[in-house]
């Protein structure tokens, strides 16, 4: 203590370690690559026994529409959040995703083997530690029909990693 003061080197000191170790964390991170975009055509082709009949109700992308690659992990836990986003989308109309395998590397995955209907709220997806690339997702464009009006409709997928903990996961 000087005149009654403590001395400024503790805290400092204190700050100097807090910035050293944010800067020597470096934090998971996810990589979304889209094959294409996931574009569904559908018309009188898609009717199931010719006209006056309705559509077929859902129209699957490829296995691997979207790979995910999760790096940077430092082999701790992680989940996968998902949400849509609306441009212009039709409530009636459901969109679902699926992984369909746990891609490569050595991390862990799992839940996400069953397609889960996506809302406009952050859900779990899938789960895991470690680092892994190319975790294929199919997504799914369901319960179509002609009782909907013909019109287009656009809405973006959203993923976001969550660091160190699975939230209810279950193992698919």
Same mark, same amino acid.
């Given at each position: 203590?000087?005149?009654?003061? &403590?001395?400024? &080197?503790?805290? #400092?000191?204190?700050? !100097?370690?807090?910035?050293? @170790?944010?800067?020597?964390?470096?934090?998971?991170?996810?990589? #979304?690559?889209?094959?294409?975009?996931?574009?569904?055509?559908?018309?009188?082709? !898609?009717?199931? @026994?010719?006209?006056?009949?309705?559509?077929?109700?859902?129209?699957?992308?490829?296995?691997?529409?979207?790979?995910?690659?999760?790096?940077?992990?430092?082999?701790?836990?992680?989940? %996968?959040?998902?949400?849509?986003?609306?441009?212009?989308?039709?409530? &009636?109309?459901?969109?679902?995703?699926? &992984?369909?395998?746990?891609?490569?590397?050595?991390?862990?995955? %799992?839940?996400?083997?069953?397609?889960?209907?996506?809302? !406009?709220?952050?859900?779990?997806?899938?789960?895991?530690?470690?680092?892994?690339?190319?975790?294929?997702?199919?997504?799914?464009?369901?319960?179509?029909?002609?009782?909907?009006?013909?019109?287009?409709?656009?809405?973006?997928?959203?993923?976001? #990693?969550? !660091?160190?903990?699975?939230?209810? #996961?279950? @193992?698919?």
């Amino acid at each position: 203590m000087m005149n009654g003061r &403590r001395s400024p &080197r503790f805290f #400092i000191l204190v700050l !100097d370690l807090a910035a050293l @170790a944010w800067l020597s964390y470096a934090a998971p991170t996810i990589a #979304i690559i889209p094959k294409a975009t996931v574009a569904y055509t559908i018309g009188t082709s !898609d009717l199931i @026994a010719g006209a006056g009949s309705d559509l077929n109700s859902s129209y699957p992308s490829s296995s691997s529409a979207i790979q995910i690659t999760i790096t940077n992990t430092g082999n701790k836990a992680w989940t %996968i959040n998902v949400h849509k986003n609306d441009t212009s989308w039709d409530s &009636r109309l459901h969109l679902k995703i699926m &992984r369909t395998s746990s891609g490569s590397g050595p991390g862990s995955v %799992i839940g996400g083997m069953g397609y889960i209907q996506l809302t !406009d709220n952050d859900q779990p997806f899938f789960a895991g530690s470690g680092d892994n690339a190319n975790i294929p997702v199919q997504v799914l464009l369901d319960n179509v029909s002609v009782q909907i009006p013909a019109s287009s409709g656009r809405t973006s997928i959203v993923f976001t #990693i969550v !660091d160190g903990v699975q939230i209810g #996961i279950r @193992a698919q």
